[in-house]
């Protein structure tokens, strides 16, 4: 309330301050007819001039902060998979029954094009992975998250994160699953249907990582290609992958 008094405040001083020189302009030269025509002609512009300020200037500046903000969030993205997120696909790999499969449409390469990309990630969430939580190391893969917890924390922390809705849900499902394998003692020792559960968790989880990694292979393709070439070396779906270039 108080802010809007004060712009209130504002408008009526300057409304006061243009009429009080009209009339400084009119006892002077005594020509009201002269000071209509400049008046209605200066308001005639002001559409214009918003058209001109607020849907193309604006946008222009919205774009550019917002190009801005998602730089940020890459390199945010990236220092995420290097800590945890290729180490984590690896661990959920194991838990999918399919990944022979699967593989063969992310083995990513120097040569996809930006359309690869895109038909790639479009089609991640009708994989037809069948994740098993008892085909994997569930404690393993338990430890590693409980390890990586404060990290992951840290991430759902940045406010910025907010503008990059598809990577926070990642977090989100990532969190779960780490909180639902924190409140199991033993995950040796479950019930069929607990691991069925468990099973669910793992594959939100896991769709959403490969989604992130395709979108953040894409980023490196397009503005950082010696970034990319490392990453591509380092590709968890490649069974060929090596960082030696041979």
Not at 26 to 47: K, M, R, S, T, W
Not at 96 to 120: A, H, M, P
Not at 176 to 189: K, N
Request: glycine content about 4%; proline content about 2%; charged content about 25%.
């Amino acid at each position: 309330m108080k802010r809007l008094h004060w712009q209130l405040y504002l408008g009526l001083s300057l409304v006061t301050i243009s009429a009080f020189l009209y009339f400084i302009h009119y006892e002077i030269f005594q020509d009201a007819h002269h000071i209509f025509i400049f008046l209605i002609g200066d308001i005639a512009f002001v559409p214009i001039e918003v058209l001109f300020v607020t849907l193309i200037i604006h946008r222009l500046l919205s774009e550019r902060e917002k190009r801005a903000v998602m730089k940020k969030l890459n390199m945010v993205i990236g220092a995420f998979f290097s800590e945890m997120g290729i180490k984590l696909l690896q661990y959920f790999s194991h838990f999918d029954r399919t990944f022979d499969k699967i593989r063969e449409n992310l083995v990513v390469t120097n040569t996809w094009s930006e359309k690869e990309f895109f038909d790639t990630g479009k089609g991640v969430k009708s994989f037809d992975c069948r994740m098993d939580s008892q085909n994997g190391n569930l404690a393993e893969l338990r430890n590693f998250l409980v390890e990586k917890r404060d990290f992951l924390l840290r991430l759902l922390e940045n406010p910025n994160l907010l503008e990059h809705e598809s990577f926070t849900e990642l977090l989100w499902a990532v969190s779960h699953l780490t909180e639902e394998l924190i409140a199991r003692a033993d995950v040796s020792t479950l019930s069929n249907a607990d691991y069925a559960h468990l099973s669910g968790d793992i594959k939100r989880a896991y769709l959403a990582l490969i989604f992130e990694w395709l979108e953040y292979m894409r980023h490196l393709k397009d503005d950082y290609p010696y970034l990319f070439s490392f990453a591509v070396r380092m590709n968890p779906f490649d069974p060929n992958a090596t960082p030696e270039i041979k």
